[in-house]
């Protein structure tokens, strides 16, 4: 069974500046994507970014960036020129290739302020 | 393109009594997702259905919760009878069958049983 876990539950940041997010998982597939989901409090779950295990080359999109290490298991968000409308609960994700099924397992969340 | 609808956003109900909850996916996605979100948590699974066949419900406590998506469209989720541990958001998602990893969600529906 995989099994994701976030070690932070809050995090703070300042309005403009960087943060980081952290993410592991355990998994014996080879196969695999890696997603990070916002969830504010409205609840509805957006897709920040997602990565493919294949690929080496990190994600991005606009202002966030993954960090992938698959030999460390670890997959870790950051988050640049941080904006207000950041704030809200970060979910890192794991999903087996479609091939094996397509359940997302989700980490434990952290609550991310990005303050004025 | 409209995302996923969820109805109802809140219910209240008391212990013992049944709820439901109707979802309908982006159109077109073949694939429909139930999670449940307890509070301060991660969503977890309770069952997939690819068109009107559910495929994965090992994660669904039979004994009360049941499930159908009868069209392969829109599904309902149904807790009978509810207890208080079940208080949560159920959320819904929709995916393509092929070439598409991406799972939508809806807004959820918060259930509080007292």
């Known amino acids: 069974a995989q099994t994701v876990t976030q070690s932070q539950p809050e995090m703070s940041v300042q309005e403009a500046e960087t943060v980081t997010l952290s993410c592991t998982y355990d998994t014996s597939e080879n196969n695999y994507y890696l997603f990070w989901y916002k969830q504010p409090p409205s609840r509805q779950m957006i897709l920040v970014i997602r990565q493919e295990a294949y690929k080496q080359q990190n994600a991005t999109e606009n202002r966030f960036s993954v960090n992938f290490q698959k030999a460390a298991k670890s997959f870790s968000l950051k988050i640049s020129d941080s904006q207000l409308g950041d704030t809200a609960m970060y979910f890192c994700?794991?999903?087996?290739?479609?091939?094996?099924?397509?359940?997302?397992?989700f980490g434990e969340g952290t609550q991310l302020t990005v303050n004025p | 393109e409209a995302g996923v609808v969820q109805s109802p956003r809140y219910k209240i109900i008391e212990k013992k009594q049944p709820v439901a909850f109707w979802c309908n996916p982006i159109s077109g996605h073949n694939t429909l997702y139930w999670y449940r979100q307890n509070l301060g948590q991660g969503p977890e699974l309770l069952i997939r259905y690819e068109n009107e066949e559910a495929v994965d419900d090992s994660q669904l406590p039979k004994d009360r919760f049941s499930a159908e998506r009868l069209k392969g469209v829109d599904s309902t989720l149904k807790i009978q009878p509810a207890e208080l541990g079940d208080s949560a958001v159920y959320l819904c998602?929709?995916?393509?069958?092929?070439?598409?990893?991406?799972?939508?969600f809806g807004p959820g529906t918060r259930l509080t049983v007292t």
């Open positions: 994700a794991f999903m087996k290739h479609r091939t094996s099924g397509s359940r997302l397992t």
């Open positions: 998602a929709s995916s393509l069958v092929t070439g598409n990893y991406e799972q939508y």
